[in-house]
């Protein structure tokens, strides 16, 4: 809905206030709306114009290489004559004035009253209409203006900046008219300032074909359909009705396969939806034998908050493309070729992202190496046995998907491992690959810890020592537990694995300084573990973590820490056989 | 809420195939996102990133003067480690590369160990966190990132740019932070692809004041409030978290009083209602000793539909003004100052929008002027005596206010022929002044009209005739009745004037031409054109016309007609004595 203003009433002027004090580089306000500053040579002024709420039309397309002037209705409403009269008496240079607009009854009169009087004053005044919304009329001369608004400013606009004489841009504007099409859908209504229900609507879940920007009818309301369909329903509506040649235009729809494209957002259709859109539409004109040139896929004439896109091609010829690919600077739309000139893409093949090769392993090192992999293929069976029962444990607390997160991460681990083959490596790098894999497969904070951890693991480990004792395991735990206690930020009672991975590697130090070996004191510092896991059932959940529902788990133990004294458990068992 | 996609949960990389065809001259797609092409001469990367969902967040800003790279997670989602490593690497000219973010746990532990990774491979990394938004915390380090990583990544961009060292560039990223504060409030939730409800609501009619741009927990809900209102609160949001100097940024806050500043819509608030919130910031600012420097108001950091709006100031030194002011060509921002350095403001001395003065008026017209006002005198007296009857009659098929309609643009006329004063006019000036006037305060179509007709019979009926004649009365009328036609565009057996004007003009002529004298002729055509207005009574309304109602109005005469009647036989009685 449209939420900010002081009196609707004064909506209109009060934006065009703002608006006018914002791009005071390039246009100032005067009564009825605004013009351009000037440049050195006088030009053709062409003044847009219509009712407010379509930003960046009308006013927003004011500059240089685009219009000279824009007149300002209220929202959805024609401005005055007098309010035309007054923008195209400011904005003339002294080589005419191009009044171009939408085609609406509105419109079409107060710009016709206000070309008669300036015409009365001897100022040379033209009149081009925009008639391009397909869907609106089966006659070319009945049919209203929406998105193709743009692409017949901007022929006019590039036209007038580039000097050419009023007869000119008269005929470049007719012709950029002429061989545009558009065809659009709406998904949901807008709501004036002021208004508290929507100005029309759109059935729940389904969209209006054809629907005009004001909410005018269209031809048919349609279920919402994948992006793939709506962008074939819209190239489609437009094909079928092609522009023919005439005398206006004599090459326009025939033999030109060159076309100006625009996908245009009505106000809530966001960006990635319109570039999601583009993606379906592009190979669908390619079939056609039409080439876009350079696309334009955005904002460029939107009706307040409403839901909605639609297609707009410009059938080129050398002529109109001059004026498509112009640079342009107003405040809604900026196009510079400049910028570019010098750039160049990076090479493909100079792209390399691909990891650094492993390391040549000691005889210690790939001697280790298996056992690692058998450690992990003892991960994998453990958490697939408990996959449910980590699940259930999770639901209390959190989304439930602990379980299932673990089981990705140890899935995606294996396979990397697989993929290592036969090469020689050490336990470092295989730590290392699995850590990558698990954090990208599994998803998820847990994933991502767990992930960081191995790899944090395989880095202290090496793969080159002499000897594999148990020194380097504590180093290897170490690395482990500060990277996710660096990493997580979590600290002991926030009931997450580290209640469980801290009391672990401090027992497991404990047993190693102490002399026990490092099987032995991996088995007395799982014991621990699997305690103090248990125990986070006890705990309540510090304020401000991240687990939203973390009060209903007390009495419950945390997911995380029982899945770690789990693993660790098994991987205890495993070294003492 | 969000309608364009094909598979919901490919929605994000679906979106980006689209982007990078679009802007396939400037950027390429790589293995977790986007790179810019590369100018002559290598820079610092600066890679930014983050979920998607945001544009033109964050991979609508990659391009010259902005970001080197961007990184693009799924929807509101942390991109991978992996992702980030690779566009990173892509991205990386042999300069070094600058991760940046906002503060949020998953970009920074996913950021951070790419970081770590691409240390390890000799490539100088640096991390600058965007912890902008004043509403998260009262501690500057623990912010969320909102709309300040515009600010702080286009530092960035414009130091890497410049040919900055990567110290140099980090230290004013920042430095840029440390002087960037946003405070922001939320109208509507927004929905992700494929979801039927939106992922948070926001009570009606309220807003969230500092909700996140995920839907974070804001401060409080407080009723929806005028611009103005919401203008202070913001400001005042900001100024109480003020930056002060800091050993990064010696003289921030205290001392500079020049600001950037950022109005940024979250998607659904449309550009029209951030100017006007502008409108009404900007006086907060110089009450506040504050000087915006080339203010941003628009869509710079959304959350796909969610509305909802919010303010940023960077306290500005030197150093960071070159950098804002920068020029930038992205996608989705593009700022080039050459275009406007040679345009000059239009003289507003220069801009002569008054009217021609009234022409010497002939002795005949001199003399008639007086008789035209007395007749548009009776015209007031007439339409305020029918008014509620005539809105009577139209609220049957339209919207009541013809009556009303009517009554605004003769009041309008006289007013305007009464601020003609005594200076000598003819009738032609009379009517074209009153039809102006009639025009302008009226509204609505049939203001327009009449408005059009009294200026083209003023016209026609001219200042300077020798006699003004039943030939001049023939010719004023006719004139009357083409500019009404021309512009209605209505036929006869429409249901509007047209059918009580048309019959009228038809008899009048015929009786001048039968030699009845004007004043006869025009008392028998205002007998016709009243019969006439009521046998519209009688008449189905034709399809297709501009009355949505009309088929209600069966059996009621038009207004317009009925008006048109009542009007033509008060100026006959009027003749006659």
New interface residues.
């Given amino acids: 809905?449209?939420?900010?203003?002081?009196d609707p009433a004064e909506?209109a002027e009060?934006?065009?206030?703002?608006?006018a004090?914002?791009y005071a580089?390039?246009l100032?306000a005067?009564?009825g709306g605004v013009?351009?500053?000037?440049?050195?040579e006088p030009i053709v002024a062409v003044v847009v114009g219509g009712g407010?709420?379509h930003?960046?039309a009308f006013a927003?397309l004011v500059?240089?290489?685009f219009a000279s002037g824009a007149v300002v209705g209220n929202i959805f409403t024609s401005p005055?004559?007098?309010q035309v009269?007054?923008v195209a008496?400011?904005a003339d240079q002294g080589r005419g004035v191009i009044l171009t607009f939408g085609n609406y009854?509105?419109d079409?009169?107060?710009f016709?009253?206000a070309a008669e009087r300036l015409r009365?004053?001897g100022i040379d005044t033209r009149v081009v209409l925009v008639t391009d919304d397909v869907a609106s009329s089966p006659v070319e001369e009945q049919r209203r203006g929406i998105a193709g608004d743009f692409t017949v400013f901007k022929a006019l606009g590039a036209a007038a900046a580039a000097g050419a004489g009023i007869d000119e841009v008269e005929r470049i504007g007719r012709a950029a008219n002429a061989a545009t099409r558009s065809f659009g859908v709406a998904?949901?209504g807008c709501t004036m300032p002021g208004a508290?229900e929507p100005l029309f609507t759109v059935p729940h879940?389904h969209?209006g074909v054809g629907l005009g920007i004001h909410g005018e009818p269209g031809i048919r309301d349609e279920p919402?359909m994948?992006?793939?369909d709506?962008a074939r329903l819209l190239v489609d509506g437009i094909l079928s009705a092609r522009p023919e040649p005439s005398d206006a235009a004599p090459t326009r729809g025939t033999g030109a396969s060159r076309v100006a494209a625009i996908v245009n957002g009505l106000?809530?259709?966001?960006?990635?939806?319109?570039?999601?859109?583009?993606?379906?539409i592009?190979p669908l004109l390619d079939a056609a034998g039409l080439t876009p040139v350079e696309?334009e896929?955005g904002e460029l004439v939107?009706s307040?908050?409403m839901?909605g896109?639609s297609l707009t091609l410009m059938w080129l010829d050398e002529e109109l493309e001059t004026t498509w690919r112009a640079?342009a600077?107003a405040p809604?739309y900026?196009?510079?070729a400049a910028?570019?000139s010098?750039?160049?893409?990076?090479d493909p093949g100079a792209?390399?992202?691909a990891e650094?090769a492993a390391p040549e392993p000691s005889a210690a090192g790939a001697g280790l190496a298996p056992l690692v992999i058998a450690g992990l293929r003892e991960l994998q069976r453990t958490l697939h046995e408990n996959e449910a029962e980590l699940g259930r444990i999770d639901a209390v607390a959190g989304d439930g998907d602990h379980g299932r997160g673990m089981v990705k991460g140890i899935d995606g681990a294996i396979r990397a491992v697989d993929a290592l083959g036969d090469a020689g490596f050490g336990p470092g790098w295989v730590l290392r690959s699995a850590g990558?894999a698990w954090?990208?497969d599994a998803g998820g904070?847990s994933g991502?810890?767990w992930?960081?951890g191995l790899?944090a693991a395989g880095?202290a480990l090496t793969d080159t020592r002499e000897r594999y004792d148990a020194d380097a395991v504590s180093e290897a735990v170490g690395a482990f537990v500060d990277a996710i206690l660096?990493?997580?930020?979590a600290e002991i009672g926030d009931k997450t694995l580290v209640d469980a991975m801290v009391p672990f590697r401090d027992a497991l130090n404990a047993g190693i300084e102490a002399g026990s070996g490092a099987a032995r004191a991996w088995a007395a510092a799982a014991e621990v573990a699997t305690d103090a896991a248990r125990e986070t059932a006890a705990l309540t959940p510090k304020k401000g973590r991240?687990r939203p529902l973390a009060e209903k788990s007390v009495g419950t133990p945390d997911a995380g820490a029982t899945s770690f004294g789990l693993m660790v458990t098994a991987l205890g068992a495993l070294a003492a056989r």
Avoid at 35 to 40: D, L, S, T
Avoid at 342 to 346: F, H, Q
Avoid at 486 to 489: C, D, H, K, M, Q
């Fill in positions: 809905m449209t939420t900010l203003y002081n909506f009060d934006q065009l206030l703002g608006f004090d914002l580089d390039r100032r005067v009564p013009v351009a500053h000037r440049g050195p407010s709420g930003y960046p927003g500059g240089p290489g005055s004559a007098a009269y007054s008496k400011a009854a509105g079409v009169m107060n016709g009253i009365r004053e998904f949901s508290t879940r969209m919402l994948p992006a793939r709506l106000g809530t259709t966001k960006y990635e939806e319109l570039f999601l859109l583009w993606n379906e592009r696309p896929v939107t307040l908050d839901g896109c640079d600077y809604g900026r196009k510079q910028p570019l010098e750039l160049r893409p990076v792209l390399d992202t650094a990558r954090a990208a904070t991502v810890l992930g960081a790899e880095d660096e990493l997580g930020r991240a």
